[in-house]
């Protein structure tokens, strides 16, 4: 069993900026795949980005590539998701989420493990 635990969200004008991070306990693994996925009011889950545990290959949704950027710390067994330029378009709750797998997915239901989520708000 992997329990991962988001924090950092908050209120923030557009053009902001804010750190997500996603704390992992119990059954983690150098094999486990993280992302971060986010969710609007009467909207689908959407993958935001995704990074392989051990710290390869990064992965990110067209409509956050450049603004966005997610780091590990293995030491730490965290995520971190820092979001720059923030749009009020990418106000959404954001979910932390691992799979059993090294390799990331961009599709929610592949993933094992979820955060209870965090509310960013990009507004004015």
């Known amino acids: 069993q992997v329990h991962l635990v988001e924090s950092g969200g908050g209120l923030v004008q557009p053009g902001g900026s804010l750190r997500l991070s996603c704390a992992a306990s119990?059954?983690?693994?150098?094999?486990?795949?993280m992302a971060w996925f986010r969710q609007a009011p009467r909207k689908d889950r959407e993958f935001v980005g995704g990074i392989n545990w051990n710290g390869g290959t990064v992965y990110y949704a067209d409509s956050v590539k450049g603004r966005f950027t997610i780091s590990s710390d293995n030491a730490k067994n965290t995520v971190d998701l820092q979001m720059n330029s923030l749009k009020p378009e990418d106000t959404a709750v954001y979910y932390c989420?691992?799979?059993?797998?090294?390799?990331?997915?961009?599709?929610?239901?592949?993933?094992?493990?979820w955060g209870q989520g965090t509310q960013v708000t990009v507004s004015s």
């Open positions: 119990g059954r983690t693994s150098s094999r486990n795949a």
């Open positions: 989420a691992a799979r059993s797998s090294i390799w990331v997915s961009t599709t929610s239901r592949e993933y094992n493990y």
